[in-house]
């Protein structure tokens, strides 16, 4: 069924007066990046929906879309046609042949703003009523929980049918909330935090430390692709990646083997602090989940929070493993996920990582190593990379590969 035109609703919006003007003009604009690739799609956002017109696009495949927008609680397809009786009856047999089942009961709910147009609600209700069973001698009328409603709207500019009301992502409008940095690893947990952070109308700009020589192309290639993933919430996100190997030779070689993770990530951390602070990120992001190994502790959230003020915001922190696998297959980045290729962190583990590190010592022992120039370099070697939803980072070096051989 191709409809002309899908009404927007909004979910929890702020209520209040100018936060309410920006939230709409976020969303319409969220939704307009989402479906860039539709040229002849129309955005109208308004106060209470936003109606797309679709002139000619896919109906199915601009839900498809919109369903991964936040800040729409649901969506329903409608479709619009002239103001006669006949293309009224058309549209709605259209309609029904895909939704009335034999034995599902059925109501028709008319409104009329346009008080000019000769037939009124009561005459359109029964007439098209009537016309229904006609055609589905099976389904039945009912006024109290009818299984499908099919709303008729009579408009100055045309009749207006719909009969669908598909869930949306809900959440808000990813920008709302301001900037925030992900630590993006190229884990499970991650990238589902990131998810939920967006949910809640945070832009995320994603944060990716490497360690090459000792990890592959293909691992920070997973990592960009795990972002062309999230990147479908929002439209588009920036991937940061920084050289991480420098750090990580020094720690192993300067501080004690049982402190090389703390200390690894207490330089992460202030990393991430740092690029917040030049591109105006407000909080920093991560995929801790307590307990789920030695570093997610809380002995060892404090001796590495305590490298900063800024919040530290932990989406996944009290949910269990299988409920953040849950929501990773949802949306579709549990297959990249689990794809094994070496982390920077898996690389420089030490075999027992103390799960209770002392802050005095984890302070002491990483006066050991110049923290300003390891951060300078690591810096100055950040590349930024604006990456679309849906982009693909794993198979370009398939065909690469293959070309090679
Ligand atoms: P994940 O599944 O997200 O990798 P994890 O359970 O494997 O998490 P850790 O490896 O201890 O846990 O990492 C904890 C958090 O530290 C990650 O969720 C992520 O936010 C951050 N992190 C770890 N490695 C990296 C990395 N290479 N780049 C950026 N952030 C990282
Ligand atoms: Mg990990």
């Known amino acids: ?19 309410r003007k920006d939230f709409i003009a976020r969303l319409g604009g969220n939704i307009r990046k989402s479906l860039k690739d539709f040229e002849q799609v129309v955005v109208h956002p308004n106060r209470d929906r936003t109606h797309v017109t679709l002139n000619g696009a896919s109906s199915a495949a601009v839900i498809a879309r919109l369903k991964r927008v936040f800040g729409i609680q649901n969506l329903s397809p409608m479709l619009k046609v002239e103001k006669s009786m006949e293309a009224v009856q058309e549209g709605a047999l259209a309609m029904m042949k895909e939704q009335l089942k034999p034995q599902m009961t059925f109501k028709i709910n008319t409104r009329r703003s346009d008080k000019d147009f ?59 909330a301001g900037k925030g940095m992900m630590m993006l690893s190229g884990g499970i947990d991650s990238p589902v935090a990131a998810y939920l952070g967006m949910k809640r109308g945070v832009e995320m700009e994603m944060v990716h430390f490497f360690s090459p020589p000792y990890t592959s192309e293909q691992a920070l290639a997973k990592a960009k692709e795990l972002s062309g993933k999230l990147a479908a919430y929002s439209g588009n996100v920036q991937f940061l990646q920084v050289p991480f190997a420098e750090i990580q030779e020094t720690i192993k070689e300067k501080c004690p083997e049982g402190y090389l993770m703390t ?37 060892s959230m404090m001796a590495i929070n305590d490298v900063t003020t800024m919040p530290i915001i932990r989406p996944v922190v009290s949910m269990d493993k299988n409920e953040i696998i849950e929501i990773a297959k949802e949306i579709d980045t549990y297959d990249l996920s689990i794809m094994p290729f ?6 420089f583990a030490p075999p027992a ?22 951060m300078k370099r690591a810096l100055d070697g950040v590349q930024v990379t604006n990456i679309h939803a849906g982009e693909e980072f794993l198979n370009q070096n398939e065909e690469v590969f293959a070309e090679l051989l």
């Open 1 to 19: 069924m191709e409809y002309t035109e899908i009404m927007v609703r909004y979910g929890e919006l702020s209520t209040k007066g100018k936060n």
């Open 263 to 299: 200390i690894q990530r207490r330089m992460m951390l202030r990393l991430t602090v740092a690029l917040a602070q030049k591109r105006g990120g407000l909080a920093i992001f991560n995929g801790e989940s307590l307990g789920q190994v030695a570093s997610q502790t809380m002995e």
């Open 342 to 347: 070496e982390d920077c962190c898996t690389i």
């Open 118 to 176: 000769p037939i009124n609600t009561d005459t359109m209700n029964r007439e098209l009523g009537g016309f229904i069973l006609e055609n589905f001698p099976e389904s039945q009328v009912k006024m109290k929980n009818p299984d499908i409603t099919l709303r008729v709207e009579i408009r100055s500019n045309g009749i207006f049918l719909t009969s669908e009301v598909i869930n949306g992502a809900g959440g808000l409008p990813v920008g709302t």
């Open 353 to 374: 990582p103390k799960t209770r590190p002392d802050l005095e010592k984890a302070r002491y022992y990483e006066s050991k190593i110049d923290v300003e120039g390891l």
